[in-house]
């Protein structure tokens, strides 16, 4: 069974550094995406980054140069590293995994992906 786990998520002030990171299990080899995604309370779910698996990546404007998206070698983990966190950066923050190769606009859409961890909560406090 495929299942997608996230982990990493807590609390940090201002300026501070997390790691997120999403691990893959069941038939890892059906994905060719895997993207981040973040969803604040009463907003809707919005693209943070994504990698293929022939690691090409994408960020949303709003994380590009504080954000790093990357795989491990075995591409069963995808991290996601924060940097300059930033308090509009709280979210719940999301993985999910596509089964094409997703670039452009394509990778944006969450409607893209069809499978989902639970989420991990990121909390960035002034």
């Known amino acids: 069974q495929e299942k997608l786990v996230e982990s990493g998520g807590g609390a940090v002030q201002a300026g501070g550094s997390l790691k997120l990171s999403c691990a893959a299990a069941g038939a890892r080899s059906s994905i060719s995406t895997v993207g981040w995604f973040r969803q604040a309370p009463g907003k809707e779910r919005e693209f943070v980054a994504s990698?293929?698996?022939?690691?090409?990546?994408t960020y949303s404007d709003s994380v590009k140069g504080r954000f790093t998206i990357s795989q491990d070698n075995a591409k069963t983990t995808v991290y996601l590293q924060m940097n300059s966190l930033k308090p509009e950066d709280t979210a719940m923050y999301y993985c999910?995994?596509?089964?094409?190769?997703?670039?452009?606009?394509?990778?944006?859409?969450?409607?893209?992906?069809?499978?989902w961890g639970q989420g991990t909560q990121v909390t960035v406090s002034s």
């Open positions: 999910g995994s596509a089964r094409q190769w997703l670039g452009g606009t394509r990778a944006t859409d969450f409607r893209n992906f069809y499978l």
């Open positions: 990698i293929r698996t022939d690691y090409i990546k």
